[in-house]
């Protein structure tokens, strides 16, 4: 498969996640709307910020060293060893799900029964519901290798619709049951995504179609399975090797990102999940198939390193555009955003000072998720190690500068420190980029260069919105607020007009790549 080809693919496989994200986001919006009619905030809360982060830890914790390990290997291996590896992660997650349901119940603050009942039982059900998610991982990893992206839009969509629909009926039928509710909907949506990807494997395999798809390792059911191979060896050690630094590396990342406040992290990051998770995912899979580690930018095919280097300018071009667009017009639309959302006790607090402090943030994440991306598709096991050395040197100075900073600004100090640590990886990642691509002719750090031009604009819409912050919002009123955001949508049009006319290559790149329809494999 050429490289082109695969970045069509990626690039589908982006905007259908990206696609899949509103969606899913739309549904929860409406949902919790509908829920807190029925039941109380505090069960609400408790779901998404305990349970929900249990069930994401422990999925992370379980397989997040497996996929960037194995989605980064030739298509010439042993598929039978690298499925294997992948079943690993299911015993895995045993053990997360057990150790951190554990902490969840022992040594964190229980929620009073008489406000959310059923907590140790949702505990239960959450740590269950990733370990059946993680009994699909081999199914999950052969479709995304080879990008079937239909049936990854079905089956998620199927599952958060047929999950929403469950909730819906039992808050309205069984409202007593309490956490019970969303610990079983959590439970009938991991079950469906996983059947989704089983039963179509089931079929695809099972019938003549089969034959025709020549790229496809397995032939039936039974390979996907666990297996000893011919040679005898079970997995393939220097996998699981570079799957032991990525855990570390995972390991670290999860301790040293965790923890921005509830309510401004789930507005200031809305954007960020929506857009730079999607691509991230999707282009780490086409940076992973198109480079080979442990070799140097001019020992590889000539082809597939300008396209990867063009690839990488685009998205942290994109990147940069999109965070500078947070940052600048998040900096004036803080305070509204939060009053909207939860009134005067949001918005007259501290909460629009981390609101935009986290916009900053959103910018500084943007750029190292396209630059980690393509970092960890390129390095070797022995540069992922050294990375993990950094980053475990990284640790003290975060948690000393944590509490520094908390104790000079109070909660602001959080989010600057999380900016500093997000600083120094992409410095990390930036320097690995440069000397990757160093005695070759292409320059992908030229993605983080803007047009003067495009610079201004920014400048001076950031400086427009907030002189009209100060005289329009937000406590003058409905029509007055309307002329701020009216005022608003007009800088962010001129802006987004004047990066139209400055990064025509830009524009052209998401024109081919995302604007062309393309024809596809019937069985994808």
Known sequence: MGSQEVLGQAARLASSGLLLQVLFRLITFVLNAFILRFLSKEIV??????????????LFLAREAFRRACLSGSTQRDWSQTLNLLWLTAPLGVFWSLFLGWVWLQLLEVPDPNVAPHYAAGVVLFGLSAVVELLGEPFWFLAQAHMFVKLKVTAESLSVILKSVLTVFLVLWLPHWGLYIFSLAQLFYTTVLVLCYVIYFTKLLGSPESTKLQTLPVSRISDLLPNITRNGAFINWKEAKLTWSFFKQSFLKQILTEGVYDIVNNLGSLVARLIFQPIEESFYVFFAKVLEREKDATLQKQEDIAVAAAVLEFLLKLALLSGLTITVFGFAYSQLALDIYGGAMLSSGSGPVLLRSYCLYVLLLAINGVTECFTFAAMSKEEVDRYNFVMLALSSSFLALSYLLTRWCGSVGFILANCFNMGIRITQSLCFIHRYYRRSPHRPLAGLRLSPVLLGAFALS???????????????????RLAHIALGAFCLGATLGTAFLTETKLVHFLRTQLGVPRRTDKTT
């Not at 779901?47 to 830890?57: D, F, I, K």
């Not at 950031?462 to 007055?480: D, H, I, K, R």
């Open 45 to 58: 809360g408790v779901v998404n910020v305990r349970l929900t982060l249990l069930y994401s830890t422990t």
């Open 462 to 480: 950031g400086m427009v919105t907030a002189v009209s912050e100060v005289f329009l919002c937000c406590e003058q009123g409905w029509p007055a």
